[in-house]
């Protein structure tokens, strides 16, 4: 087991999934860092980190790659283009990744957090997905997704990114994954 104290999440600190993780990190003493942009409407206030234009441009990526890798066309908009780059900034920060949503047939994960879970693919970082729908986690093991039964957070320092509609199991899935993960 970790001890809390010397872990720290990263995450964005929007409604629903990273809402959820960052609430319960602070229950548990965990540092968060929540990254940020100008404009951005986050939900968590705790360990905000404003990225500057600068710091967002060193995680640019293009949206027709982003497309193509996720079978699915993205918005040319600069806010969205901010998103995709702050989810950079959580994956590239923490040494394992956990997404809540739902994995499609394809092996993406449905929605803008999906990303997330494509980007930690390409960083080659430890990968688990609670696939709502489905109601279990799984793990990306370089090639296909593997049911796990109970996993945990094996490193001190771990992202977290997720669907903004949170369900109940999803809910119950975080809070037994840090049970597993961390000493009182």
């Not at 997905?129 to 793990?139: C, E, I, L």
């Not at 990114?161 to 840090?178: P, S």
Request: one cysteine or more; hydrophobic letters at 40%.
């Amino acid at each position: 087991m970790l001890d809390p104290a010397k872990c720290v999440l990263y995450s964005g600190g929007a409604a629903g999934t990273e809402q959820f993780f960052g609430a319960l990190a602070e229950s548990w003493g965990i540092e968060e860092v929540n990254y940020s942009f100008e404009g951005h409407q986050i939900e968590r206030s705790r360990g905000v980190r404003v990225l500057t234009s600068e710091e967002l441009a060193l995680k640019d990526v293009s949206l027709t790659y982003v497309s193509k890798l996720m079978n699915r066309e993205y918005t040319r908009a600069p806010l969205f283009r901010k998103v995709l780059q702050s989810i950079c900034w959580q994956v590239s920060s923490g040494d394992e990744v956990l997404v809540v949503g739902a994995i499609q047939l394809d092996n993406t994960v449905k929605g803008g957090t999906g990303w997330g879970a494509e980007f930690a693919k390409i960083c080659n970082k430890p990968l688990h997905v609670f696939d709502q729908p489905q109601n279990a986690w799984f793990f990306w093991n370089q090639d296909a997704w593997e049911k796990v039964e109970n996993p945990v957070i094996e490193h001190t320092h771990f992202a977290a990114t997720g669907t903004r509609f949170l369900e109940n199991n999803g809910r119950i899935a975080i809070q037994d994954l840090f049970a597993r993960s961390f000493s009182r």
